[in-house]
């Protein structure tokens, strides 16, 4: 019984959270005592020892399950513990519930820890609907509704997205570029960790006093900082997300630029890859900018910094510009993959070669670098000096130009190809067309005279639903089919997958379609009640939601029956040609039985007799450079 | 003008969609072939990169003529204080306005054709004064005095909105604009002036610029 309380896991994890408490009111008193009473009333704080306990429970609990063994033992000058690789391709379901260095095993943490909190992010939104059928209030009050569409937004935005990505990437990223593992698997382990810590956080929050963080995802100083404790678990779960999201991109970064197999340039590289490399870029860049802003509320809140101040000096609009230095890129973040993800469902579906591959690849760096200039349109009411909307509402118009390449070469990819119109490609194509809407309503948003008008409006809760629902979900949804074969092994349902697809289509469109009419009317977002006007097509869009709601079931059960019983996949049911549908469904615990080598580009459909990798008995690991012994040093490892 | 341009392009990529949905889709026999191995048209992509990109410096370059013909200093204007707390709105009528002692109010009494400079300032949190008739919105942020220009043009009563979230009463926090004449709002400015006189209520709006 000892040995459980001492190894890696759940049972250690658990005493040593309490550990964390008792760490936590030890400090906070230890601290308050030293002080003196004139600062603070009492030794015993709640909210100090909370806000303690949210930073030392969470990083004693990765401790309990083991994220920092390796590294703790290697510090420590004792003998490391080698992974044995005794949970790769996780033979039980508890597998799944440990610290897993297989990065297949960790896409299937990602991806399924992700889609749980979109169910809970959907139910939250469902809640949201029923309060806005009818003006007025109906369940809840202010403070609980503004609790709401806060979690409802960070769950989705930092726990949905972004997470079900990278969790895609992590599964097929190292064997789309031919290689064994990701460069840094342990590293990879705890950046999934992290995730369920800032989950928790972020629906814990609820039940702190003075309930759940009610500033919006946003969390605007000096609301923020003046808000009940509920708002430290929300500056708290982004940064661990947000750590999360910094070590994955590195870690993908490193993987796509030393391990890909001998023969793939970057030329060579599918899409997926160009798009996760693009969008890690954008996440080491990006990332910190939103923790330090987050830091700056916590120090205001904690310990009294007044960065926000304005009456102490405090800069207000500062706030602004550093949390949307980060979530404007983070635009990109939650769409790049997508892109990445639609160009190879098009491709394989059309059994064409991407048109334009290498303006594809090109199309995503200028994003990168433009997304970086266009943060305060975001800010165009929002009272800084008015100069500065000019600049960024001409980067702003620009940024639509590689996004109309990407989706024009897509349409001509479709052209005169032999179309598969199954669930992947529907998923695909309407992503195309709901994102097209959202990428002009953005456009007109760009347009500073109408944004005055509408900006905070419905016709903003339209635009980044049409762009992340319409747009990101969507292609979450072809990626996660596509792929379903090559992660579980089983087919899934075709007819229920259709079924999904077209419920979800017409009822995305008919939820979020008729907000653009109520924000242009003048009807304000982020609040429960509303001028009574707006009261028939709020009526209208929330039963359409709840239709909405009610699609996500078929894919559930179709995801859940498939997994447990659908018939054994084939090593290729599409037909690919990327190096992924060359190995079998599951692929082998390494991936590659041999190494594979590249001779030519990942789209080459058409063209008699080409080949994407092959496995012929070809150049030796130790003659192909420096990516080949690495990728035997990581297999052997 | 955003519709106008708008439309056509979603028309364009839904149609094109569609017809290759239709045209296109795997007939049976077909499941073993392949398209036509197209891989670009550099003629093509020159032409879907430029339109776009003259498009959109089109509707930048008007979008700026119309926001400098909004914001452009009129020949005469008179100045009115917004102040905007958890969770409510006051505006303050300066001397200049008044033409004797300075007036406070709820409500937001404005005189048509007049150009009025506003002055935004908050006592604790970000709001946003939002007037949708007009068709303008500005944030109110402590600490600062944001400015913002408008001239009613019609005769009515419209809501003001905060349309930043604020806390609690954010949903709340209503007031009316009421675009009376000339004569009707000197009236009003002199009722308010004898009410404030006998209440002895006074009214400090430049504290908050600090």
Partial sequence: MAAKFRAPGFYRASWLMVLGVAFSLGLTWLVRMSTGHATFKHYIDGEAILTVSLIAVPLLFLVGIGGFDYW??????????????????????????????????????????????????????????????????????????????????????????????????????????????????????????????????????????????????????????????????????????????????????VTIITMRAPGMSFFRMPLLVWANFATSLLVVIATPFIAASQFFVLLDRALGFNFFNAAKGGDVLMYQHVFWFYSHPAVYIMMLPG???????????????????????????????????????????????????????????????????????????????????????????????????????????????????????????????????????????????????????????????????????VFFNATFGPMHILGLQGMPRRVEDYASKFGSLNLAISIMSFALGLSTLIFLYNMVTSWRGGPIAVKNPWRGMTLEWQVSSPPPIFNFDKVPTVVGGPYEYGVPGAVHGTFAPGPTPATVGASGPRQVAGANE | MLVIVSIPIFVLVVAVILYCCWQFRMKPGEELKDGPPIHGNTRLEVVWTTIPAIILLGLVSYSFV????????????IEVGVTGQQFAWTFQYPPSVTGGKPVESDQLYLPKGESIRFGLHSKDVIHAFWIPAFRLQEDVVPGITVHYRATPTRLGTYPIVCNLLCGLGHSLMRAQVHVVSETQFKAWLKTRQSATASSGATSTPAAAAG
Wanted: charged residues 10%; hydrophobic residues 55%.
């Fill in chain 2, 66 to 77: 119309v926001l400098h013909d909004n914001e452009k200093k009129p020949a005469r204007e």
């Fill in chain 1, 339 to 505: 892109f990445g993800i639609v160009s190879e469902v098009i491709a394989v579906k059309a059994r064409k070669p991407i048109f334009g591959y290498r303006m594809m690849a090109f199309s995503l760096l200028a994003i990168v670098g433009l997304g970086f200039t266009v943060w305060a349109h975001h800010m165009f009411t929002s009272g800084m000096a008015s100069w500065i909307r000019i600049p960024m509402a001409i980067t702003t118009a620009i940024i639509a130009v590689p996004t109309g390449i990407k989706i024009f070469s897509w349409l001509a990819t479709l052209w005169r190809g032999v179309l598969h119109l199954d669930t992947p490609m529907l998923f695909a194509l309407g992503f195309l067309t709901t994102f097209t809407l959202g990428g002009i309503s953005g456009v007109m948003l760009a347009m500073i005279p109408f944004d005055i008008h509408v900006s905070a409006t419905y016709f903003i809760v339209a635009h980044i639903h049409y762009v992340l629902f319409g747009g990101s979900l969507m292609t979450i949804f072809a990626g996660v089919y596509y792929w379903f074969p090559k992660m579980t092994g089983r087919m899934y349902d075709e007819r229920l997958g259709k079924w999904h697809f077209w419920t979800t289509f």
């Fill in chain 1, 72 to 253: 703790f033992y290697w510090a420590a000058g004792r003998k490391t513990r080698p992974e044995d690789h005794s949970s790769h391709g996780a033979k039980t379901w508890k597998d799944y519930f440990r610290i897993n260095t297989d990065h297949k095993v960790i896409g299937i943490q990602y991806t399924v820890s992700s889609f749980f909190f979109l169910l809970v992010g959907g139910l939250i939104a469902m809640l949201m609907r029923a309060e806005l059928a009818a003006p007025g209030a109906q369940f809840v009050d202010a403070n609980t509704y503004n609790g709401l569409f806060s979690v409802h937004a960070s769950l989705l935005i930092f726990l949905f997205v972004i997470p079900v990505f990278a969790g895609l990437g992590n599964f097929v990223i190292p064997l789309m570029i031919g290689a064994p593992d990701m460069a840094f698997p342990r590293l990879n382990a705890l950046s999934f960790w992290l995730l369920p810590v800032a989950g928790v956080l972020m629906i814990g929050s609820f039940f702190a006093p003075g309930g759940a963080f009610a500033d919006g995802w946003t969390a605007y100083a000096p609301l923020s900082t003046d808000a009940p404790v509920g708002q430290t678990f929300f500056s708290l779960a982004v940064q661990f997300a947000g750590a999360s999201s910094i070590m994955t991109a590195l870690n993908f970064l």
